[in-house]
């Protein structure tokens, strides 16, 4: 494996979390999954994917954004469900 | 057969019989590397420098908190480590991303390759190339939104391959998968594959089963706001 250490890779895999986004009408299943070390790293991944996609709807002029994130393990079972809802309001 | 360096620097200029002969002798020591193998690691000094003949790799960074970042992909015809002739240890690892064939060159031979100006030319050209797409991932990084972002990578990687005779008309093997896109353009794999999505929707672009297909190069250049003088192609 890649890993970058001089001393060597710990080649124990980690376990494979999937990341299945809903965001207003449109859903997103991972079907690739990403290696993380345990919950806590899930934890740490979903909010820097909230962060990127809130960051990229706002950017793209939205004012009003909703998503979900639901995090399966590699048996399938739901390990993690995450809903943020951002909503802008203007005062002129 | 010439080997891909060969191919790619003469394409920067005509190189003199001596030249090409001593560039196609470097060849002579080749190993091969299993998928996501590491070529190099950081803080490693190595005893040759590496040249990519077959596959692709990429110069990586590891956080402390395990996180990683791409820097560069390296194709066929890519040294992998020229400067640690000059500088002597890897500030960086390099990683194979799928079966690669690697050709170890001593620094003894580099040191006389270096000597031949017209050779020494020739690479120092590779190395402000280099520079130049480091430059452009850092306007990338900085300067344009994730759909941007992804488009400026795919459209930049088609035209290197394309230069080593690697891309078949709008088609080329992208043998990475989404957690690389996203340590390469700093983006989580969630946000890429949405990104992957629009691009599709959008008809510039599929990514399946590790391959990409260029639906309209023009779409895709211009949402990407990609110029590819930085590459200095040849015409």
Not at chain 2, 1 to 26: F, I, N, Y
Not at chain 2, 36 to 57: A, F, T, Y
Not at chain 2, 215 to 221: G, H, V
């Amino acid at each position: 494996m890649i890993c970058g250490s001089a001393g060597g890779c710990d080649d124990a895999a980690m376990p494979r979390f999937r990341f299945h986004l809903t965001i207003g009408d449109e859903s997103l299943v991972d079907a690739q999954g990403v290696e993380l070390a345990d919950l806590a790293a899930v934890r740490g991944h979903v909010r820097n994917a909230i962060a990127d996609i809130i960051g990229d709807e706002l950017a793209g002029g939205r004012d009003s954004v909703k998503l979900a994130i639901s995090v399966s393990d590699e048996a399938g079972d739901q390990v993690l469900e995450t809903t943020a809802i951002l909503t802008c309001r203007h005062v002129f | 057969m010439t080997h891909p360096l060969v191919r790619k620097l003469q394409s920067v200029g005509d190189l003199a019989k001596a030249d090409l002969d001593l560039l196609e002798a470097l060849v002579s020591d080749i190993r091969d590397f299993g998928a996501r193998r590491d070529i190099i690691r950081e803080g490693e000094k190595p005893d040759h420098v590496h040249l990519m003949l077959e596959g692709w790799s990429c110069r990586y960074q590891v956080l402390p908190d395990g996180s990683k970042q791409i820097t560069a992909f390296l194709l066929p015809g890519d040294f992998c480590d020229v400067h640690v002739t000059m500088l002597g240890e890897m500030d960086h690892s390099i990683g194979a991303l799928n079966a690669a064939r690697v050709a170890f060159i001593s620094r003894d031979v580099m040191r006389e390759l270096i000597e031949r100006p017209a050779i020494a030319r020739a690479l120092w050209w590779a190395s402000l190339v280099d520079e130049a797409v480091l430059r452009a991932w850092i306007v990338n990084f900085g300067r344009r939104d994730s759909f941007e972002r992804v488009a400026h990578l795919i459209c930049e990687l088609y035209a290197r391959l394309q230069n080593v005779g690697l891309a078949a008309e709008n088609e080329f093997d992208l043998p990475l998968t989404q957690e690389d896109l996203s340590d390469a353009l700093g983006l989580t794999p969630v946000h890429i594959s949405r990104v992957l999505k629009r691009l599709r929707q959008e008809e510039m672009m599929t990514f399946k089963r590790q391959q990409i297909s260029i639906l309209d190069i023009r779409k895709l250049q211009a949402a990407a706001g990609f110029d590819p003088s930085y590459l200095h192609l040849a015409d």
